[in-house]
């Protein structure tokens, strides 16, 4: 525990602490996406890919308690670093160190981040909460929010992850230092690629129950 509580001290540790957990919770948006894309084949294909994660039984529980830890370790560091980097700014030997520039992505970080938040809060009140039955399984619950007024707070939540990790993944390559002046303007276009296709396939979805409910149809 003391090596945590010395890593979480410095500031480079926290910079590697944002950077893994950021890792994970984006390997878990990138199977999460993958799964979601059961709905272009259709509701039924969308409920037996639901179903099928359901009957792993107590690794479920397992692994949403272990996404959570990430998902507060996450937050609670980026909260240090916001008001480290504050208070920095306000003394007399403050730099502006961002690699390659500030972006839009960068400068707007925190603000995304408290956005994707509220996002997943609703997220799981809409989707995870309520129980699902072989009457109301969970395509149903979904064509419920999404095919309403509510598509549009989706629509804003992704635009925010889009963009939060868009900088995320390129930030996530400095701290590993895999960076150079020369490849920047390369892995700012991987970095967006890969928020990209994430955001493309959730987009999708979202645009595809609201404009077409009937895709869901069982
Ligand atoms: C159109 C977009 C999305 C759809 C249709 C969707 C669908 C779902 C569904 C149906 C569940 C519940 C699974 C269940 O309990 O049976 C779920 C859970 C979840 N989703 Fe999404 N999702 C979307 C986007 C996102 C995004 C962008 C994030 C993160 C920023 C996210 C994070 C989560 C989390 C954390 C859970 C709970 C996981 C668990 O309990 O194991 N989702 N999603």
Redesign the pocket.
Known sequence: MCWFIQTFKSSLGKKYIMAITGFL?GG??LV??LG?SS?FWGGEA?NSY?HH??SMGPL?PL??IC?LAV?CLHIITAGYLFFENRAARGSQYAVQTSAGGRTWGSKTMPYTGII?LL??LL??V???FPE?TVEKP?SV??VE??HGPQALL?LI??AA?LLHISHGFWSLLQTLGISHPKYDQPLRVLAWILAGF?GA???L??LL?LFCKSYLAI
């Open positions: 919770l878990f948006l999460h996406a979601n709905v969308f639901a994660l359901h479920v692994f949403e996404l998902f994707i996002f997943i997220h799981l809409n989707f995870h699902k969970i619950f979904v929010v999404l989706y939540g992704l992850l994430m396939v959730f987009i979805v979202t129950v």
